[in-house]
């Protein structure tokens, strides 16, 4: 295992909803697969090391567009939110 399948680990993580270090619960080698398992059940990632990695470079650019979309997905939540206000939906507040 190099360090692109590291990287790819890291990728493949992210993408399960395994984003941060203190989400994952551990990392195993099963075979020729490296799973990463989330501290919160159910969330896990495989990343094959068999076959050669892809270039480091190319999995970075990957992750670093994966981070962009999220934050913009998180962005666009947070204002739909704040359109939304307490009574939710936008519609009237019941007191």
């Known amino acids: 295992m ?3 399948h590291v990287a790819q ?3 493949d993580a992210k993408q399960a ?7 994952i619960d551990r990392v195993l080698m099963a075979e020729e697969t490296l799973w990463g398992a989330g501290a919160t059940a159910g969330f896990r990632a495989a990343t094959e090391v068999s ?3 892809a270039p480091m470079h190319d999995t970075l650019q ?3 567009a994966f981070n962009q979309q ?3 997905q998180l962005a666009l939540q947070a204002q739909q939110r704040q359109l939304e206000g307490p009574g939710g939906r936008g519609g009237p507040v019941m007191r």
Not at 17 to 23: E, F
């Open 70 to 72: 999220r934050a913009q």
């Open 62 to 64: 990957q992750a670093q």
């Open 17 to 23: 909803g395994i984003d941060a270090a203190g989400k």
């Open 2 to 4: 190099d360090g692109g």
């Open 9 to 11: 680990a890291m990728l």
């Open 51 to 53: 076959q050669p990695s």
